[in-house]
């Protein structure tokens, strides 16, 4: 149980363009969902908190009209990359709380390997 | 906000000795502790967690620790496997806005050496 998954896996763009990522819970429902970015060798930074049916929260220096985040359902939610540069080529994961659940332990997608040209 | 900060950033032991990974937070309200592990390229798994109401707690090999006076945690793996090479991160959670708010630590890579 308790299973997250993101798609694309792994996506190359060219600069300029945008990148549409989804988080799904697989098998439970998620009123939170959470959007993190990690470089390479680096820890996981929480950009965003992400709201079933509202406005997503972003992180300090985390520009919302470039991350654009959307949460249309209980077990999806979608990030995207606005105008890419290279500068955001990054691995971004998501994570989701079970909103069934009795702990807060958040589950992790897979993540996305984004490479921006 | 909260500021976790973790030690050593890289780790070697022999197979079959303990590790210790220890962290340090900042903000007192902090009241979960998970750790995560993640082998390269994949997605981090919750390995072990513990609560501000306890004060260690023990899985098989991974025991954790907590002293929230002193806002000190640790995560200890005994007799290491090489299967236990990995990066771990620990991290703090509040209550913020009605969800638990995370903050990682920078990560600890540990490889353990047959």
């Known amino acids: 149980g308790a299973v997250v998954s993101q798609h694309p896996s792994w996506v190359i763009c060219k600069s300029g363009t945008s990148v549409k990522i989804e988080c799904r819970s697989l098998?439970?429902?998620?009123?939170?969902m959470f959007w993190y970015r990690q470089f390479p060798k680096q820890s996981l930074m929480l950009m965003a908190t992400?709201?079933?049916?509202?406005?997503?929260?972003?992180e300090q220096g985390v520009e919302k009209d470039k991350f654009l985040i959307n949460h249309a359902s209980l077990t999806l939610s979608t990030l995207t990359v606005t105008s890419a540069h290279p500068e955001d080529s990054s691995f971004y994961i998501c994570s989701a709380r079970d909103r069934a659940g009795t702990t807060d332990t958040q589950y992790f997608g897979p993540g996305t390997r984004l490479t921006v040209l | 906000g909260e500021n976790v900060e973790q030690h050593p950033s890289t780790l070697s032991v022999q197979e079959g000795d303990s590790a210790v990974i220890k962290c340090t937070y900042s903000?007192?309200?902090?009241?979960?502790f998970p750790w995560y592990k993640q082998e390269l390229g994949k997605r981090p798994q919750l390995i072990i967690d513990?609560?501000?109401?306890?004060g260690e707690k023990k899985d098989q090999r991974i025991a954790v620790t907590l002293n929230k006076t002193a806002k000190h945690f640790s995560l200890h793996i005994t007799e290491t496997q090489p299967e236990d090479s990995a990066v771990y991160f620990c991290a703090a959670s509040k209550r913020s806005g009605g969800y638990q708010k995370v903050t990682f630590g920078i990560g600890t890579k540990l490889q353990v050496i047959p």
């Open positions: 903000d007192s309200a902090s009241n979960y």
């Open positions: 098998d439970f429902q998620a009123t939170t």
């Open positions: 992400s709201n079933e049916g509202s406005k997503a929260t972003y």
């Open positions: 513990i609560r501000s109401n306890v």
